[in-house]
């Protein structure tokens, strides 16, 4: 089977540190044709490292060529809707990185948008989704190791300043055109992981507070979430400016063991026995993120992150922006 011939646009960050890596192990479904971005320093740069000389600025002549069947949009979030349109109007299968939209408005057209381009592949790159951890962890809960969960909580305790963290070189983060900043960018995450844990989510209560000012509106959140089916609380902590710390943990309370997932290691912890440790490989989920981007071009169908989840996980995270007081 020939591979799906791909262009990147965007060839910022993650295209170089997320995407690339996860394509160069896909030569089989994956042939990257061209590179497109908002200069052609940025597309130089991406192209001498992975070997593609096909390189433009013009996303629009991109889009008419019908030698390229996919496009992989890794650009600024408040991009996300017109590049995305365009693709789908032109015809093009598109992965688009995560948060689908910078509004719930401009996630409703998407969405609209996708279901009119049918037979077109439309995918939200949430690579948590297809962490093989995350995938793990939700197994473990219902073989009913666990016993009966009553309880979880996530923990996002990280300090972003330059020193540490290379996406505060990217203006659009600092200046951003969508609500709230980091929480919303990175917190989705999270959110996508906790929905597909325990379903759909309710906001009970939400605080959000501005600890640097300089990386954005806000960079400190408490969120209590509700599961809608079963009542389960939910706790998501986003504190972006935790300083010295670098903890990311998420807890799953049941009354038989308490599940801890962190990095890609679960940890299960019992009364009076030691501690049950697993290590699950697990490079992200980019790689199967693009697998299933390749399998539902192939077979025709769709994808567990297409427009409609990624409008949901949207949906959650701002009603919990919402709730604290700051309108999305
Ligand atoms: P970035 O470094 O700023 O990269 C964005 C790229 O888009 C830049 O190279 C920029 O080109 C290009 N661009 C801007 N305007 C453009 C235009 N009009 N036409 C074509 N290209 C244009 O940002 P990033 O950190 O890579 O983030 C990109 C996306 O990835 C965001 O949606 C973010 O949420 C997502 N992301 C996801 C993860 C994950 O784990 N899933 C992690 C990080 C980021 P120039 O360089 O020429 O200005």
């Known amino acids: 089977m020939k591979p799906v011939r791909l262009a990147i646009v965007g060839c910022g960050i993650a295209a170089r540190d997320l995407h690339w890596p996860a394509l160069k192990k896909l030569p089989r479904h994956f042939q990257v044709i061209a590179l497109c971005s908002r200069t052609m320093e940025s597309a130089d740069a991406l192209g001498e490292l992975i070997g593609c000389r096909d390189r433009t600025t013009d996303y629009d002549a991109l889009l008419r060529r019908d030698d390229i069947d996919a496009v992989d949009l890794v650009l600024p979030i408040p991009l996300n809707h017109d590049f ?7 015809r093009k299968h598109v992965i688009v990185e995560k948060p689908l939209a910078a509004s719930m408005k401009e996630a409703r057209s998407l969405c609209r948008a996708a279901a009119r381009a049918k037979g077109v592949v439309a995918m939200v790159a949430e690579n948590f989704r297809y962490r093989p951890t995350l995938i793990r962890l939700k197994k473990m809960m219902e073989s009913g190791i666990a016993g009966e969960i009553y ?25 951003h055109e969508y609500p709230a900043g980091f929480p919303v960018d990175g917190g989705i995450h999270n959110v996508n992981a906790l929905r597909f844990l325990f379903g759909e989510l309710k906001t009970v209560r939400s605080s959000a507070q501005q600890v640097n000012p300089t990386i954005g509106d806000v960079d400190t959140m408490h969120i209590d979430y509700r599961a809608e089916e079963t009542g389960v609380p939910l706790q998501l902590n986003l504190f972006y400016s935790a300083r010295g710390m670098r903890e990311i943990r998420l807890l799953v309370f049941g009354t038989g063991a308490t599940l801890e997932m962190r990095g890609n290691t679960i940890t299960t912890f019992r009364d009076q026995k030691e501690p049950r440790v697993e290590n699950v490989e697990d490079s992200g989920g980019y790689v199967e993120e693009f ?19 990624g409008t949901r996980d949207l949906r959650t995270i701002l009603d919990a922006v919402n709730k604290a007081g700051l309108s999305p």
């Open 151 to 175: 309880g979880a909580r996530f923990d996002v305790f990280i300090s972003i300043t330059p020193q540490t963290n290379k996406y505060l070189k990217t203006k659009w983060r600092l200046k």
């Open 291 to 309: 697998l299933a981007f390749h399998k539902a071009i192939r077979t025709g169908g769709t994808t567990e992150t297409d427009f409609a989840e």
């Open 84 to 90: 995305t349109r365009k693709a789908l109007t032109a």
